[in-house]
């Protein structure tokens, strides 16, 4: 059997173009002295892999060719050798500048080898280099949770789910149960329950069943915030010069003129409404927004209370807004879906009508 095996290896080689003395005789570590610099040195028993060998040849003649790396790394990881093809990815992308999915690639098999630490400084560099990818965020969230950096993934969770563009409902329900347990980690069990929360209110026909129901009584009754069901209900009219509805509501016991807007995933307000509020804005990480003029940077806080009408929630996340023009004079901010998605919210006869949740049979 040993006897056929090395007959194959040594056809293989010949097929491959290598050499059998240079394969079988030379010292990895002196011929790819150049390629190793590069992407990190080998054990000397996967470079002599026949396959691994070409791909070090090819790179040895083409140090930036992207399809010898890709080849190169999914070889390796086939071989056992996983952190190697995730420090030769991370290493090619630094050295060539591309492509920025090999650092996709590299973070997936950190994550998968519990190297949190190096999944953090991957993805710090894909970010750094795509960052508007939302994948290089949701990445760096996961990355972070494993280090117990809970604060920070909470920011990159939302920046995946704000990069995804007006579509939301096509993100997979994981983004937001990471961003939910990340709130969990840090005892903001009341917070922890807004992505749920918005997660259903993407597809509430189908989202809104059993488990995600208990998902979001654990939490509440973890943080003492159980939502009431007692039938209450405000309708706002909207308006037919501008389509949107305008309401007064009170936030932390300050009163302010607010946009009704369900296509926002924060309750956002200006800075000098936050200082009245006194919704804390030191120590505050910003994450991004997508608004009606594009995307801009927020700081993430949270508001202790907030009531429309007969409707209140606590705990609500707020995404405090350092540029006080983008609100016409008069209004104080966005009431989004961090406070809304606690509700059910209807849109019909030229209104919306908001109203406590009501369990599902």
Not at 143 to 168: C, H, M, P, Q, T
Not at 288 to 314: C, M, P, W, Y
């Amino acid at each position: 059997m040993f006897r056929l095996f090395c007959v194959a290896v040594l056809v293989l080689a010949a097929s491959c173009g290598i050499a059998v003395a240079d394969y079988l005789d030379e010292n990895p570590d002196e011929v790819f002295h150049d390629v190793y610099a590069r992407i990190g040195a080998l054990p000397v028993a996967a470079a002599r892999d026949p396959f691994i060998w070409l791909r070090l040849q090819e790179l040895k003649r083409e140090p930036c060719d992207q399809k010898s790396i890709e080849d190169l790394a999914l070889e390796l990881e086939k071989l056992g050798y996983r952190r190697q093809a995730a420090d030769g990815l991370y290493r090619f992308v630094t050295n060539c500048g591309a492509p920025v999915t090999a650092l996709h690639r590299s973070i997936d098999i950190y994550l998968k080898l519990t190297d949190y630490p190096k999944a953090v400084e991957v993805a710090d560099e894909f970010i750094r280099r795509a960052p508007a990818n939302r994948e290089s965020h949701y990445l760096r969230g996961l990355a972070l949770e494993g280090v117990g950096d809970y604060k920070r993934a909470i920011v990159d969770y939302s920046d995946a789910i704000e990069l995804f563009g007006a579509d939301k409902q096509g993100i997979a329900s994981r983004v937001f149960l990471h961003m939910a347990s990340s709130y969990a980690a840090l005892k903001q069990f009341c917070e922890a329950t807004t992505p749920i929360n918005q997660w259903v209110a993407l597809d509430p026909a189908t989202r809104d069943n059993s488990r995600s129901q208990k998902i979001i009584a654990d939490y509440e009754q973890q943080g003492n915030c159980t939502s009431s069901t007692e039938p209450r209900k405000e309708r706002f009219p909207i308006t037919a010069s501008k389509g949107v509805a305008t309401v007064r509501a009170e936030i932390n016991g300050v009163r302010g003129l607010f946009i009704l807007d369900t296509g926002a995933s924060y309750v956002s307000v200006k800075s000098d409404f936050a200082s009245r509020a006194k919704i804390v804005e030191a120590g505050t990480s910003e994450i991004t927004l997508n608004t009606a003029n594009g995307q801009t940077r927020a700081k993430l806080s949270k508001a202790d209370k907030i009531a429309l009408g007969k409707l209140e929630a606590v705990n609500v996340p707020v995404a405090i807004q350092t540029d006080d023009k983008v609100y016409a004079p008069g209004i104080d901010g966005l009431l989004g879906m961090s406070f809304l998605s606690r509700f059910e919210v209807q849109m019909a006869g030229g209104s919306i009508e908001v109203r406590t949740r009501q369990p599902r049979q």
